[in-house]
């Protein structure tokens, strides 16, 4: 038994077309024996009957999914071997199971949350969250996107009191600071660094979480989408926009966070990369 869990979040922009790459990055984080324990997705693009729990299971993980068509969908996927021996199934592992934001009529499939009895440590809840997009400050898209933050902070005031070792990872969607873009003066304003937006960013903060990737010292210019257009990934023309950030009970066991960049270099990658964080057992 390792004494540490790693956990992961990645946008694959479609499931569908971003299996094949899924099962080759966790087999390939298997084989560096670094090994993924749960990996949350983001923008699945399939409705719950297309999703591939016989492929996933025949390779070790066990999935909890919340799916719509052509748009959005989120998943937790669990690595066997990381549960704690009662949990053997899919029933006995994703404890108390929560899709979308309580209390919120939403038909957008953006939120899945599970507590997880890994093996060796206390449960953690993870919650895999695919924020909107919001389109450009002046659209309704944008009214939605501020309207579904202030419900998620709401929610999560009241998760955290129930279960403080809690992991909120996915697409969020805001790059919080300037050392988050490849470009500052070009974006300023704009849709995914706008103030209200990195506002919300620092309100969940607020609440005790911390963002994992920043409380360790990072290269600069490290970022975890960038646009297929203009050969972005090629000129590092990216954004920090996928986070992973844990309650307070949670921090001061996380030993590191990275964001890996390798399957954005693979034939027809999604546009994000996959983060990392590492999480002591003790």
Same mark, same amino acid.
């Given at each position: ?15 569908? +077309? ?11 984080? /298997? ?6 324990? &749960?990996?949350?997705?983001? /923008? ?7 999703? !591939?729990?016989?492929?996933? /299971? ?25 549960? &704690? ?5 899919? +029933?006995?592992?994703? %404890?108390? #199971? ?6 919120? /009529?939403? @038909?957008?499939?953006?939120?899945? &949350?599970?507590?997880? !009895?890994?093996?060796?440590m206390q449960p953690i809840r993870l919650i895999s969250a695919y924020f909107p997009n919001g389109q450009s400050p002046d659209s309704d898209k944008f009214v939605y996107k501020l309207n579904w933050l202030n419900k998620l902070q709401t929610w999560l005031t009241e998760e955290l009191q129930h279960t403080p070792r809690l992991a909120l990872l996915g697409d969020f969607n805001i ?8 470009? #500052? ?9 706008? #103030?209200?937006? $990195?506002?919300?960013?620092?309100? %969940?903060?607020?609440?005790?979480? =911390?963002?994992?990737? $920043?409380?360790?010292?990072? &290269? !600069? ?13 090629? $000129? ?10 844990? =309650? ?13 960049? @390798? ?5 027809? #990658?999604?546009?994000?990369? !996959? +983060? ?7």
């Amino acid at each position: 038994m390792t004494d540490s869990i790693r956990i992961a979040a990645w946008n694959v922009n479609s499931l569908k +077309v971003r299996l094949p790459h899924v099962l080759r990055w966790l087999q390939d984080q /298997e084989n560096k024996k670094q090994p993924i324990d &749960a990996l949350c997705l983001q /923008e699945l693009k399939l409705t719950d009957d297309k999703y !591939p729990h016989q492929e996933l /299971e025949a390779a070790g993980y066990l999935s909890l999914a919340a799916g719509q068509k052509t748009y959005n969908g989120v998943a937790i996927i669990v690595r066997k071997a990381a549960l &704690a021996s009662i949990a053997s199934d899919a +029933v006995t592992t994703f %404890l108390k #199971p929560t899709r979308n934001i309580p209390n919120y /009529e939403d @038909e957008q499939q953006r939120i899945l &949350a599970a507590t997880i !009895p890994f093996a060796g440590m206390q449960p953690i809840r993870l919650i895999s969250a695919y924020f909107p997009n919001g389109q450009s400050p002046d659209s309704d898209k944008f009214v939605y996107k501020l309207n579904w933050l202030n419900k998620l902070q709401t929610w999560l005031t009241e998760e955290l009191q129930h279960t403080p070792r809690l992991a909120l990872l996915g697409d969020f969607n805001i790059a919080p600071a300037d050392a988050d873009v490849h470009d #500052p003066k070009a974006w300023e304003g704009q849709n995914l660094v706008s #103030p209200p937006e $990195r506002d919300a960013f620092q309100a %969940l903060l607020k609440l005790g979480m =911390s963002d994992s990737f $920043r409380m360790f010292e990072q &290269a !600069p210019k490290t970022y975890s989408w960038w646009d297929y257009r203009m050969m972005g990934f090629r $000129r590092n023309a990216g954004m920090r926009i996928d986070h992973i950030l844990l =309650s307070e009970a949670l921090k001061d066991h996380c030993s590191a966070s990275t964001v890996d960049k @390798e399957p954005r270099t693979w034939e027809q #990658p999604s546009d994000h990369a !996959p +983060v990392i964080a590492m999480i002591k057992k003790a």
